[in-house]
Structures are given as structure tokens and as C-alpha cells.
């Protein structure tokens, strides 16, 4: 599955940006499962969110619970990732995926070799 993440930018804290995900090479429909992560500066990657439409569940890192959410449009074949009240320790290039496995095991365990570049969010005054 090829994925784009797009969106990234300089935001003051306290602000919102909206990072998307545009997916081609296949359908994002045919995949139920699709999660968000980061890697900050020197530190190992996490994942952020990641939800599954096949049952409803999700998975939140702690740090980002009430603040990010994320959603998906099938006939745009992208996923998006709003993030709100955003502190300096969002700051990290963010990467998503699409996938057919469990939230759990795709946010905690991210399974994946390639990343593509990501985007970069800095969050600075």
C-alpha cells in the first residue's frame, strides 16, 4: 500500500493543523484498519491512533486522548488526522498506514519495514 502524508507545517501551540494521507496504488475501502504514527527527535517511533471500521474500536496514545482524532474518506481514498490544542512535544514527522490487523497490533507493534518520508509538524512559538 502506497501512502502519502501530507499537511505538516509550523503551528504555534495551542493550535490545530489537519495532516491527510492520500492512499493510491489500492482501494483504501478493502482496508479496515488505519492508524497514524510519529517519531519525534531523537526518540523511537509511536503510534498515535490508530481505528479500525470493521469494529469500531481505536487506539489512542495517552498523550494525544481528547486532542487528535481521526477519520478517513473512502471515495477520496485518504485519511486525515486532526490534531487540536497542539503542545511542542507533538512536534515529530508523522507517518500513517493502512492495513487489515488489529488497532492494537498495528499502533503498538507497527509491523511495518518501509515508512515513507512522512510529514513534519513542529510545534514552536
Known amino acids: 500500500v502506497q501512502l502519502q502524508a501530507s499537511g505538516g507545517g509550523l503551528v504555534q501551540p495551542g493550535g490545530s493543523l489537519r495532516l491527510s494521507c492520500a492512499v493510491s496504488g489500492v482501494t483504501l475501502a478493502d482496508y479496515s484498519d488505519i492508524g497514524w504514527f510519529r517519531q519525534a527527535p531523537g526518540k523511537e517511533r509511536e503510534g498515535v491512533l490508530c481505528?479500525?471500521?470493521?469494529?469500531?474500536?481505536?487506539y489512542y496514545a495517552d498523550s494525544v486522548k481528547g486532542r487528535f482524532t481521526i477519520s478517513r474518506d473512502n471515495a477520496k481514498n485518504t485519511v486525515y488526522l486532526q490534531m487540536n490544542s497542539l503542545k511542542p512535544e507533538d512536534t515529530a514527522v508523522y507517518y500513517c498506514?493502512?492495513?487489515?490487523?488489529?488497532?492494537?497490533?498495528?499502533?503498538?507493534?507497527?509491523?511495518?519495514?518501509?515508512w515513507g518520508q512522512g510529514t513534519l509538524v513542529t510545534v514552536s512559538s
Open positions: 481505528a479500525s471500521s470493521s469494529d469500531g474500536s481505536t
Open positions: 498506514k493502512a492495513d487489515q490487523i488489529t488497532v492494537a497490533t498495528m499502533c503498538r507493534f507497527m509491523p511495518y519495514d518501509y
